[in-house]
């Protein structure tokens, strides 16, 4: 066990010896504080691998790459030329991989099992739920009901709006969501918010050109015919005799929607872009260095992504059916 997560306790206890030091340090600086088996603790020195950590220091001292290093393992920050520990298993007081409940298998104790620095999965499994659904309906919200508004604008004036309207739409789709992404994990905080802004953007040009098509095709109605010539405005038309006529496809449009920015989310801590709480993505993305010894770190996390997505779509389909008016009465 310990060969497997020695690397990352490496770099856990590297970050907690430079915590607080500036970013200019010299090699023989660093070498003072953490090419010496004090930096790496008691549990090194009774696993016999104390020696071990100093060469890995050592060598990447030598390499000078230390600080990207541990930049990249997300270890510290440096924030006006002063290294900081950020890492929130060393802030948790649990970032020794070494302790007894480290991957500890499913149990009466521990459900799920417990990960590298000994959380119980089950409870882990439970708070991810939490920033998905958050994160999934919030942004699925926002996304949906703009695209709505903006379909149903551009479909019922038509011409020169409806020409406006589908030229933006086209350059929003035409740009990828992953560099869209990308950019918007580079230019704000990891936080939850930037998350949800950022996946409601990509969700309402999709969801503008459905509610387009659908209104074009419901505004030629007898009905919508009718009311214009009795003199109801576009605002009146729009509200009381479209609108409730694309509400079937806009129940599965919101219910996909959620489950693909769940998806979407997940994907984005997985990649270590997305927010700093616990995350489905982050835990399957963690787990990956023990999926041969402990497949649980992964498994559960994975499991729980699926069925929540897997349950969106068939509850979309199923709210369409009971809800539309014109399907009532073939069942």
């Known amino acids: ?113 417990t990960d590298r620095a000994g959380h119980d999965l089950f409870a882990r499994v439970f708070e991810g739920a939490r920033l998905s659904l958050y994160i999934g309906f919030f942004a699925t919200l926002i996304g949906v009901g703009v695209g709505t508004l903006v379909g149903l604008i551009a479909g019922s004036l038509g011409g020169t709006v409806d020409l406006a309207v589908n030229r933006v739409m086209d350059a929003i789709q035409s740009y990828p969501p992953i560099v869209f992404l990308l950019l918007m994990a580079a230019a704000t905080d990891p936080s939850a ?39 109801a405005t576009s605002t009146r038309i729009m509200g009381f005799h479209i609108l409730p006529n694309i509400f079937a496809p806009l129940i599965v449009i919101f219910s996909i929607t959620i489950g693909a920015f769940i998806l979407a989310e997940a994907a984005l801590s997985f990649l270590g872009l997305g927010t700093l709480d616990v995350s489905w993505g982050k835990m399957i993305a963690d787990g990956r260095q023990f999926i041969v010894y402990s497949p649980w770190t992964s498994l ?19 709210l369409r059916d009971v809800l539309d008016p014109r399907l009532r009465g073939s069942r």
């Open 1 to 113: 066990m310990f060969e497997i997560a020695s690397v990352k306790y490496a770099d856990d206890k590297m970050a907690n010896a430079l915590d607080g030091q500036p970013a200019d340090l010299s090699d023989s600086e660093l070498r003072s504080l953490i090419a010496i088996p004090e930096a790496y603790g008691d549990a090194a020195v009774v696993a016999g691998v104390e020696h071990e950590m100093v060469e890995y220091a050592l060598l990447q001292i030598e390499a000078g790459t230390v600080l990207d290093t541990l930049l990249e393992a997300e270890q510290i920050e440096i924030n006006d030329g002063v290294i900081t520990d950020v890492d929130s298993l060393l802030a948790a007081g649990t970032d020794n991989p070494l302790i007894t409940s480290s991957l500890l298998g499913p149990s009466s104790q521990h459900w799920f099992g």
């Open 300 to 318: 559960w996390a994975g499991l729980a992504l699926t069925s929540l997505v897997f349950g969106f779509n068939v509850l979309g389909d199923a």
């Open 193 to 231: 918010l930037w998350v949800t802004i950022a996946l409601s953007v990509l969700g309402v040009a999709p969801t503008n050109r459905i509610v387009r098509g659908s209104v074009i095709q419901i505004r030629e109605m007898p009905y919508v015919e009718a009311a214009r010539t009795i003199g």
